[in-house]
């Protein structure tokens, strides 16, 4: 569902004290188990922050922001930077079978 719910590519926002990732949701599909092609979007997400908080990210204009102090940064070399963080998604495909998932978005700067 993460992979699938969000247009790519996404983008960094730097304006002075607001930093953020920016994705934006787009349709997707599903085939269930039985053969019938369902299709819908990501209805709500919620980060796990750096602090171990759960917040809700809202949905605005099919967008979302996360703020970069939520993500859990490592930088791997000179020129490398990671950072991390926990989604958990609704969406309106397969509401019944899969009410909540979890991923990880990585970010490799």
């Known amino acids: 569902m993460a992979d699938q719910g969000f247009e790519k590519p996404a983008y960094l926002h730097l304006k002075g004290d607001k930093n ?3 994705l934006a949701v787009r349709e997707m599909k599903a085939m269930t188990k039985g053969g019938a092609m369902l299709s819908g979007h990501i209805q709500t997400v919620k980060c796990r922050s750096s ?7 809202p949905i605005q204009d099919k967008k979302i922001q996360i703020p970069f102090e939520d993500f859990e940064f490592e930088q ?3 020129t490398e930077i990671t950072g991390q963080i926990q989604l958990f998604m609704t969406s309106s ?3 019944k079978r899969m009410p909540e998932s979890m991923a990880t ?5």
């Open 51 to 57: 602090k171990d908080v759960l917040t809700d990210l």
């Open 93 to 95: 495909v397969g509401e």
């Open 20 to 22: 953020y990732l920016e």
């Open 76 to 78: 791997l070399s000179e």
């Open 105 to 109: 978005l990585i970010l490799k700067i």
